[in-house]
């Protein structure tokens, strides 16, 4: 019993709050907010095993949270065996950007 609080205190308290606006990402953790720039991120990640899904963001340079961002998606029904909705949109978004 005291390892699922363990685990749970770990997921929940490393995740963040995720919003795309247009050309950055608002990220918060309920007492900082910062705003990402699309074009700082340099590798994006899921978790494949694990309940919740969470999705990892490598940024440099590094922001408030550091050189990582890890949050939760909204579940969405999708091939557990591809990629997370969220990150096909971010990476779309991304590749868009540089287009222009």
């Not at 929940?12 to 699309?38: A, M, N, Q, W």
């Not at 590798?43 to 408030?64: A, D, F, G, Y």
Request: glycine share 4%; net charge neutral; hydrophobic share 35%.
């Amino acid at each position: 019993m005291g390892y699922r609080l363990v685990l749970y205190y770990m997921v929940c308290t490393s995740s963040k709050d995720v919003t795309l606006f247009g050309d950055h990402l608002h990220v918060e953790d309920y007492r900082r907010e910062v705003d990402i720039p699309l074009s700082s991120i340099n590798l994006m990640s899921e978790t494949r095993l694990w309940n919740p899904k969470q999705i990892i963001l490598r940024i440099h340079p590094e922001c408030e949270f550091g050189d990582k961002v890890v949050f939760i998606p909204k579940f969405r029904f999708y091939n557990p065996f591809g990629e997370h909705p969220t990150i096909r949109l971010l990476r779309e978004q991304i590749e868009g950007q540089k287009a222009i």
